[in-house]
T-cell receptor
Framework: AQKVTQAQTEISVVEKEDVTLDCVYE???????LFWYKQPPSGELVFLIR??????QNEISGRYSWNFQKSTSSFNFTITASQVVDSAVYFC???????????????FGKGNQVVVIP | DTGVSQDPRHKITKRGQNVTFRCDPI?????LYWYRQTLGQGPEFLTY????????KSRLLSDRFSAERPKGSFSTLEIQRTEQGDSAMYLC???????????????FGSGTRLTVV
């Protein structure tokens, strides 16, 4: 079964500081996908980044970067030079690719509330 | 295309009443998912459709819940005899089958927030 754990609940940072969100996952599949989503107060989930299980290369996309380590089943996410507009709930999610390429449902963690203080 | 639309945005109902929510996906998306999100938790999968066929239902979906997607376009989620434990945000998402795990991924709606009093 899929499981995603986000340990921290609320994280407060002062504007321009970096913030790192931790994510640990569990899966029996060898092929899987990891995501980070942002949920602003308006409610919709906004896709941020995606990584598949056979590519551990860490990348930077603008102010976002991620650290994917299969050895520790972790997929951590960093916002560099945080801004007030980054205040939101951030979810880590896992999708397994079944043999029949069927339901690619997402399993979400509990989320991290990020508060950026001006 | 304006993305995934959900209606209503908010619904307050008395315990025991029936409620129905609507989701309009992106027009070219053939898959439609329903998730439920309770306060302080991440979204949890409820059910999904490919075109008009409901292919999977979570054990979270009790007999009081029913979902339809009659013409493979919009979907409705009905809750009968609502209970206080049904209070949650109900999120709809759509996708192109097989592309969920790409950067095109899912597109989520803004959700319907249900409060049962």
């Amino acid at each position: 079964a899929q499981k995603v754990t986000q340990a921290q609940t609320e994280i407060s940072v002062v504007e321009k500081e970096d913030v790192t969100l931790d994510c640990v996952y569990e899966t029996r599949d060898t092929t899987y996908y990891l995501f980070w989503y942002k949920q602003p107060p308006s409610g919709e989930l906004v896709f941020l980044i995606r990584r598949n299980s056979f590519d551990e290369q860490n990348e930077i996309s603008g102010r976002y970067s991620w650290n994917f380590q299969k050895s520790t089943s972790s997929f951590n996410f960093t916002i560099t030079a945080s801004q007030v507009v980054d205040s939101a709930v951030y979810f880590c999610a896992l999708s397994e690719e079944g043999l029949d390429y069927g339901n690619n449902r997402l399993a979400f963690g509990k989320g991290n509330q990020v508060v950026v203080i001006p | 295309d304006t993305g995934v639309s959900q209606d209503p945005r908010h619904k307050i109902t008395k315990r025991g009443q029936n409620v129905t929510f609507r989701c309009d996906p992106i027009s070219e998306h053939n898959r439609l998912y329903w998730y439920r999100q309770t306060l302080g938790q991440g979204p949890e999968f409820l059910t999904y459709f490919q075109n008009e066929a409901q292919l999977e239902k979570s054990r979270l979906l009790s007999d009081r819940f029913s979902a339809e997607r009659p013409k493979g376009s919009f979907s409705t989620l009905e809750i009968q005899r609502t209970e206080q434990g049904d209070s949650a945000m109900y999120l709809c998402a759509s996708s192109l089958a097989g592309y969920e795990n790409t950067n095109y991924g899912y597109t989520f709606g803004s959700g319907t927030r249900l409060t049962v009093v």
